[in-house]
């Protein structure tokens, strides 16, 4: 759904580290690379922000379709 | 066992900490370790009351999440819950803390991050500001009050102050220069790059990284091998990583005084089943 908030594995903190990977690896940077810029070291917490799909993002966006329709309708 | 306790740092910054100690055994740093994850007390949020929510997460999977968010944690400032002088389920100002969050989305989605919690206390904060708790759309409202307290690794992996704690043997490595040809293939194999090739000699590169594995003894085509992987009595490699709410030589002193605590308590019960029996 959402980045969780540590490594399911080993507690590490990894959610503030998402949106940063997120961004650079969209920017065509190397995602192993991009991990080992932010410290993280073992493959537990790797697995943990290179397999992540943001869902929510996704479910989100029924609402923001919702929202335009409720503004284009004049009553 | 000597009596003698030799410790020397190897590495330590604001997170991590490694440290090479000799003259301990396998029990008493396996104890060590044990205290460290499950012993030694931190903050974390474990109940939260609603006021309101319209987001598209339960009430349950927004608790969860808050309660993984690791918070700098005060020691001598706060008492566990259960050693509280309150005697209260609800707790006191000295076994509780209580924090905000009241978020709303007025025009567009966007993500709530750790930072908008508010804390009744200013050093009881999250260690980081950039914790996505939930993505809100236009006109989703999330209001609640959280409760943190100290608690301990061994009821909640939430309550761990660190998010890696071990220890290893010290590792020994003999290379026989009269049976060694140098052919390179242990220099090959190791995954950790301990050893180096120079000229027709083998050399230790970096003796700390050898995980004892064995694969440049098993590759040795001499017979026996020319190289001998074992590790040195009672010294151990000691690491930490902190999840930052704790310094890491706060832990280690930490885990030190409860685990003597606890043994000072063996032997206390220990004397009083003897003084029954006589
Ligand atoms: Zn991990
Ligand atoms: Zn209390």
Same mark, same amino acid.
């Given at each position: 759904m959402i980045?969780?908030?540590?490594?399911?594995?080993?507690?590490?903190?990894?959610?503030?580290?998402?949106?940063?990977?997120?961004?650079?690896?969209?920017?065509?940077?190397?995602?192993?690379?991009?991990?080992?810029?932010?410290?993280?070291?073992?493959?537990?917490?790797?697995?943990?922000?290179?397999?992540?799909?943001e869902i929510i993002d996704e479910i989100l966006r029924f609402y923001e379709e919702a929202e335009k329709r409720k503004e284009a309708r004049p009553y | 066992?000597?009596?003698?306790?030799?410790?020397?740092?190897?590495?330590?910054?604001?997170?991590?900490?490694?440290?090479?100690?000799?003259?301990?055994?396998?029990?008493?740093?396996?104890?060590?370790?044990?205290?460290?994850?499950?012993?030694?007390?931190?903050?974390?949020?474990?109940?939260?009351?609603v006021i309101e929510n319209s987001s598209t997460f339960q009430d349950?999977v927004i608790?969860?999440?808050?309660?993984?968010? +690791?918070?700098?944690?005060?020691?001598?400032? @706060?008492?566990?819950?259960? #050693?509280?002088? %309150? $005697?209260?389920?609800? *707790? &006191?100002?000295?076994?509780?803390?209580?924090?905000a969050l009241d978020v709303e989305s007025k025009e567009k989605t966007r993500t709530v991050y750790?930072?908008e919690?508010?804390?009744?206390?200013?050093?009881?904060?999250?260690?980081?500001?950039?914790?996505p708790i939930i993505k809100l759309a236009k006109e989703q409202k999330l209001k609640l009050?959280?409760?943190?307290?100290?608690?301990?690794?061994?009821?909640?992996?939430?309550?761990? +102050?660190?998010?890696?704690?071990?220890?290893? @043997?010290?590792?020994?490595? #003999?290379?026989? %220069? $009269?049976?060694?040809? *140098? &052919?390179?293939?242990?220099?090959?194999?190791?995954?950790?790059?301990?050893?180096?090739?120079?000229?027709?000699?083998?050399?230790?590169?970096?003796?700390?990284?050898?995980?004892?594995?064995?694969?440049?003894?098993?590759?040795?085509?001499?017979?026996?091998?020319?190289?001998?992987?074992?590790?040195?009595?009672?010294?151990?490699?000691?690491?930490?990583?902190?999840?930052?709410?704790?310094?890491?030589?706060?832990?280690?002193?930490?885990?030190?005084?409860?685990?003597?605590?606890?043994?000072?308590?063996?032997?206390?019960?220990?004397?009083?089943?003897?003084?029954?029996?006589?």
């Amino acid at each position: 759904m959402i980045i969780p908030v540590r490594c399911f594995t080993c507690g590490k903190l990894i959610g503030d580290k998402w949106e940063e990977f997120a961004n650079r690896v969209k920017a065509g940077e190397k995602a192993g690379d991009v991990l080992d810029n932010l410290g993280i070291k073992r493959y537990c917490c790797r697995r943990m922000l290179l397999s992540h799909v943001e869902i929510i993002d996704e479910i989100l966006r029924f609402y923001e379709e919702a929202e335009k329709r409720k503004e284009a309708r004049p009553y | 066992m000597s009596k003698l306790v030799e410790i020397e740092v190897l590495e330590k910054d604001d997170k991590n900490m490694r440290l090479l100690i000799r003259g301990v055994d396998v029990p008493y740093m396996n104890a060590l370790r044990r205290t460290v994850i499950a012993e030694v007390p931190c903050m974390a949020i474990d109940e939260i009351v609603v006021i309101e929510n319209s987001s598209t997460f339960q009430d349950e999977v927004i608790a969860h999440r808050l309660g993984l968010i +690791p918070l700098k944690t005060d020691l001598e400032g @706060y008492n566990l819950p259960e #050693e509280c002088p %309150c $005697k209260s389920e609800f *707790g &006191c100002n000295l076994c509780r803390v209580t924090l905000a969050l009241d978020v709303e989305s007025k025009e567009k989605t966007r993500t709530v991050y750790s930072g908008e919690l508010e804390s009744e206390n200013p050093s009881i904060i999250p260690v980081s500001d950039t914790i996505p708790i939930i993505k809100l759309a236009k006109e989703q409202k999330l209001k609640l009050e959280a409760y943190a307290r100290l608690g301990k690794g061994k009821n909640h992996a939430k309550w761990q +102050p660190v998010s890696m704690c071990t220890h290893k @043997y010290f590792p020994k490595i #003999e290379i026989s %220069c $009269k049976k060694c040809d *140098g &052919c390179g293939k242990c220099v090959e194999i190791c995954p950790r790059k301990v050893l180096a090739k120079t000229g027709n000699r083998i050399e230790i590169r970096d003796l700390m990284a050898c995980t004892l594995c064995q694969d440049c003894v098993e590759t040795c085509p001499q017979n026996p091998p020319a190289v001998k992987i074992t590790w040195e009595e009672n010294a151990f490699i000691f690491a930490l990583e902190s999840t930052c709410v704790l310094s890491p030589e706060k832990i280690m002193t930490e885990a030190i005084k409860i685990l003597d605590g606890q043994l000072k308590d063996l032997e206390r019960q220990i004397k009083v089943k003897k003084s029954e029996k006589d």
